[in-house]
């Protein structure tokens, strides 16, 4: 089983200064890797596929990069709906596994 | 408009069973391979079973395997969870979840395991 590990577990930012969380694989996934955006109460909804590539209607100041084993979720410019927490996975191997979460709060 | 509708959640004693539902629209159903993903109180996202659109090749967390049976119907565009003896740690909001990218989820189904 491919472990993920986010981090940090929790990052705090202020509105409008740029947030960057990190995923690691515990091997190779290549790029298949996803990120989620789950807000209190909600489920989870994707941000990011193919390690970069934004899924529909999600705004252009979410960006990821990364392949291989290192991944990273960019938010350029936060927003007040953007404090909630977000997970990485991976879907190269079964089964697909979650990294922990990063709750990304205001400073 | 693309939604799952996850159904038939509920408090059971350990032991018991229960059979999830998710009802699917907006889309080719028949074409999607599905997901059900559970979430503990507070805890984060545990993925737990994945059956193609044609049921040809079915998948399990070990967590689950031998007491949880995924399923579909596509003529009803539906996916099914059975669960069986089901334990206190199998007490999640369910949610199921369209592809290995799980680009569209239901809002979830509360499944408490309690005696």
């Known amino acids: 089983e491919i472990v993920m590990t986010q981090s940090p577990a929790t990052l705090s930012v202020s509105p409008g200064e740029r947030a960057t969380l990190s995923c690691r694989a515990s091997q190779s996934v290549s790029s298949n890797l996803a990120w989620y955006q789950q807000k209190p109460g909600q489920a989870p909804r994707l941000l990011i596929y193919g390690a970069s590539t934004r899924a529909t209607g999600i705004p252009a100041r979410f960006s990821g990069s990364g392949s291989g084993t290192e991944f990273t979720l960019t938010i350029s410019s936060l927003q007040s709906e953007d404090f909630t927490v977000y997970y990485c996975?991976?879907?190269?191997?079964?089964?697909?596994?979650f990294g922990g979460g990063t709750k990304v709060e205001i400073k | 408009e693309v939604q799952l509708v996850e159904s038939g959640g509920g408090l059971v004693q350990p032991g018991e069973s229960l059979r999830l539902s998710c009802a699917a629209s907006?889309?080719?159903?028949?074409?999607?391979?599905m997901n059900w993903v559970r979430q503990a109180p507070g805890k984060g996202l545990e993925w737990i079973s994945y059956i193609t659109s044609s049921s040809s090749t079915i998948y399990y967390a070990d967590s689950v395997k031998g007491r949880f049976t995924i399923s579909r119907d596509n003529a009803k565009n539906s996916l099914y969870l059975q669960m069986n003896s089901l334990r206190a740690e199998d007490t999640a909001v369910y949610y199921c979840?369209?592809?290995?990218?799980?680009?569209?989820w239901g809002k979830g189904t509360t499944v408490t395991v309690s005696s």
């Open positions: 907006g889309f080719t159903f028949s074409s999607s391979s």
């Open positions: 979840a369209r592809d290995q990218v799980l680009r569209v």
């Open positions: 996975q991976q879907y190269n191997n079964w089964p697909l596994t």
